[in-house]
Every structure is written in structure tokens, then in C-alpha cells.
């Protein structure tokens, strides 16, 4: 079964610095890539997705994923952090079996931006 | 582009209660709709999504119920409520490939 694995559930940077959020995956197809981010008590908003075009991957606000299939990673980067940066962070992945029906997501990572 | 009002916005109710969460989508035909739930502090838990109407697949077994009435509602239900169903509760379609999905801006329930 799919998985979806996001090294550190807090992560915590100071404006201006790089953002690197960790995303590895299990899948023996290629699999379709997501990150999405939630501020609170809001939905989640998508902010890129792999869909095997480019292994990089431009986003809103900045953020860029690359797909590395050797590593079974696609990790968030951001150059350098803003203050409205800090939301949660969620991964995730399309199934393929049973037609794409389901998304897995990772358990998040709530992003924390100091002054 | 797609529109996904939900409501109410936020609900608290006491144990033992009915509940009624509706969904509805704008600017789609015929999607794949889900609902999921995010208890305090834990990530999100897909509860029930359906392809089409009255077709519903249940993820988790609990006493919560899920039905869908036209081709762009989505209701989840309660009998009995318990402190456990607390959580927030998000609608989302999916979309044409690669099938990502959409969230609506979720309901606050508070369970008593």
C-alpha cells in the first residue's frame, strides 16, 4: 500500500532562511505528488503537484518540490522564509490502484518563522 | 474553477446529539467527492468518498454516515454523537488528473 513519510512534524526557521520540508514516498509506479498547506481553521490549499512533466516543480508563494524517484523524495524548499509562511505542510500522494480514487497524505509539518 | 461552500462553519453539539454536515459544489459536473476529518493535533483522516450518486465508500468504521442526495451534495451524518467526532471536517472534490483534490473551508465541531 502507499505511503507517505514527512521527517519532522515541527520545523522551525528564522525569516529569510531556507525552508526545507522532507516528503519520501512508497510507490512502484510512478506516482502523481502534491503539496498542499493549511493555515488555521482554514481547508487545505494545493500549492504544487508532480505530475511527471518536470521534476521540478514550481508553486504558489514561492515554494518549489523536486521529484527525485532514485530517493522516492519530493521535499519542499523554500529560498527564504516569510513570517506568513508559517502554516502546516501536508504531502501527499495519489493511489494508483483502484483508479486514482484516493489521496494518502503524509501527517503534516507545521512550519514555525521566527523574527 | 470550482467553488465548495460548506456549512455550518462551526457546530458544537452535546454527546448524543444527531448531526447533519452538508457539502456543495459549484462549477463541476459529476465529480469524485470526500470527506475527511482532522482531530486536534492529527492529520487528516479520509471518513467516506463517493463517485457518483448515492454511491458511497466508507474508510472507516465508526457512527458516522455519509450520503449523497444530487450529483454535487455531500452530507455526512450522526445518530448518536460522541466526545470522539469532534474534529474538523473538510468536503473536498477531486479533479481531473492528476486528480488532486480541493478542500472546502471546513466545519468546527465540537462534541460536549
Known amino acids: 500500500a502507499q505511503s507517505v513519510t514527512q521527517l519532522g512534524s515541527h520545523v522551525s526557521v528564522s525569516e529569510g532562511a531556507l525552508v526545507l520540508l522532507r516528503c519520501n514516498y512508497s510507490?512502484?509506479?510512478?506516482?502523481?505528488l502534491f503539496w498542499y498547506v493549511q493555515y488555521p481553521n482554514q481547508g487545505l490549499q494545493l500549492l504544487l503537484k508532480y505530475t511527471s512533466a518536470a521534476t521540478l516543480v514550481k508553486g504558489i508563494n514561492g515554494f518549489e518540490a523536486e521529484f527525485k524517484k532514485s530517493e522516492t523524495s519530493f521535499h519542499l524548499t523554500k529560498p527564504s522564509a516569510h513570517m506568513s509562511d508559517a502554516a502546516e505542510y501536508f504531502c501527499?500522494?495519489?493511489?494508483?490502484?483502484?483508479?486514482?480514487?484516493?489521496?494518502?497524505f503524509g501527517a503534516g509539518t507545521r512550519l514555525a518563522v521566527h523574527p | 474553477s470550482q467553488t465548495i461552500h460548506q456549512w455550518p462553519a462551526t457546530l458544537v453539539q452535546p454527546v448524543g446529539s444527531p448531526l447533519s454536515l452538508e457539502c456543495t459544489v459549484e462549477?463541476?459536473?459529476?465529480?469524485?467527492l470526500y470527506w475527511y476529518r482532522q482531530a486536534a493535533g492529527r492529520g487528516l483522516q479520509l471518513l467516506f468518498y463517493?463517485?457518483?450518486?448515492?454511491?458511497i465508500s466508507s474508510e472507516v468504521p465508526q457512527n458516522l454516515s455519509a450520503s449523497r442526495p444530487q450529483d454535487r451534495q455531500f452530507i455526512l451524518s450522526s445518530k448518536k454523537l460522541l466526545l470522539s467526532d469532534s474534529g474538523f471536517y473538510l468536503c473536498?472534490?477531486?479533479?481531473?488528473?492528476?486528480?488532486?483534490?480541493?478542500f472546502g473551508p471546513g466545519t468546527r465541531l465540537t462534541v460536549t
Open positions: 473536498a472534490p477531486r479533479g481531473r488528473p492528476p486528480y488532486e483534490q480541493y
Open positions: 462549477g463541476t459536473s459529476n465529480p469524485n
Open positions: 463517493s463517485v457518483g450518486i448515492g454511491q
Open positions: 501527499a500522494v495519489s493511489d494508483p490502484t483502484g483508479g486514482y480514487n484516493k489521496l494518502i
Open positions: 510507490s512502484s509506479v510512478p506516482p502523481y
